[in-house]
């Protein structure tokens, strides 16, 4: 099997790479080997290598800059991943696709599922949304997994930030009104790998469906209860001695921001639970077996 990843150096598409190795063939791109500002040149990077799995792990995903630039997100967001869907068509591949929490309006009283009604209150949510329909009506065969507060041992992002600014800082304020599921990339990735090898023998034997699923750790927090659990695992089990002594919760109205945020992220995973035959853990184990590989942070 012949699979095509576009953003390998991104945290998520760094542990595809990984992940992906052992179904076969990976043809692994960066930002420079495909530019999806320029979404038609990806026609002729699929058209050339002709994969049987198209992997897309890009996204324009700084939330507040989409505020200012919307019109690129939408490009990197929604056109470009219309573009995959056409020429997986074309060439009969299977396409791979990430959304987000943020399609919705964070105003539901517990989990979202995938059939709730989206409604995205930022520009970035919107671009995503629009790039899951753009699949949905190609007539490609994809799977497109929504995930949450995705962190990783590099690149950008909140566990990196906290650790850094703990180790600088007595005293951290942390928005505790945003509740969600922190999911470490290599989760993604790995179930990404299990639930690729299904959907592989499913469309061989002529029986695949197309489908959008909820991939996240199981339970939830908020991003003040996430700090807390960053710096209570950095000590224990790194051994560290972080500065900070105090994290203190505040409300989303004293950390004002250009993009506004749900305040519910919450998604339930029963249904890739059940299509799949897994079980997503928890995500206070995954952050534990994260920070095994963060110890040039502390």
């Known amino acids: 099997m012949k699979t095509l990843l576009f953003g390998k150096n991104g945290q998520l598409g760094w542990e595809l790479n990984r992940s992906l190795q052992p179904l076969g063939q990976v043809i692994a791109l960066n930002r420079e080997q495909a530019d999806f500002s320029d979404p038609d040149s990806l026609r002729e990077i699929v058209r050339n290598i002709k994969p049987d799995v198209i ?86 065969n994809y799977l497109i997994f929504r995930t949450s507060w995705i962190y990783a041992s590099r690149a950008h992002n909140f566990l990196l930030t906290i650790l850094k600014l703990a180790n600088e800082r007595d005293e951290l304020s942390i928005v505790a009104d945003q509740i969600g599921s922190p999911t470490s990339a290599r989760l993604v990735a790995d179930t990404t790998v299990l639930c690729l090898h299904q959907a ?32 209570s695992t950095a000590n224990i089990y790194l051994n560290a001695s972080l500065k900070v ?52 942070c502390i």
């Open 200 to 231: 592989v023998k499913e469309k061989r034997s002529g029986v695949f469906s197309s489908g959008l699923y909820h991939l996240t750790s199981s339970n939830y927090t908020s991003w003040h209860g996430f700090s807390e659990e960053i710096v």
């Open 55 to 140: 992997v897309n792990a890009v996204a324009f995903t700084a939330v507040d800059k989409a505020e200012d630039d919307e019109d690129l997100a939408a490009i990197i967001n929604s056109v470009a991943p219309g573009i995959l869907a056409e020429e997986a068509l074309r060439i009969d591949a299977l396409l791979i696709h990430y959304s987000t929490d943020y399609v919705f309006d964070g105003t539901k009283e517990g989990p979202y599922i995938e059939t709730d009604e989206p409604n995205p209150v930022n520009a970035y949510g919107r671009t995503k949304l629009a790039g899951e329909h753009a699949l949905q009506s190609s007539g490609c």
């Open 245 to 296: 002594k105090i994290i203190k919760g505040i409300p989303t109205v004293d950390y004002p921001t250009p993009a506004k945020r749900p305040m519910n992220s919450c998604l339930s995973t029963t249904g890739a639970e059940k299509k799949f035959h897994i079980h997503l853990p928890d995500w206070k184990v995954l952050l534990r077996l994260c920070m095994e590989e963060v110890y040039d």
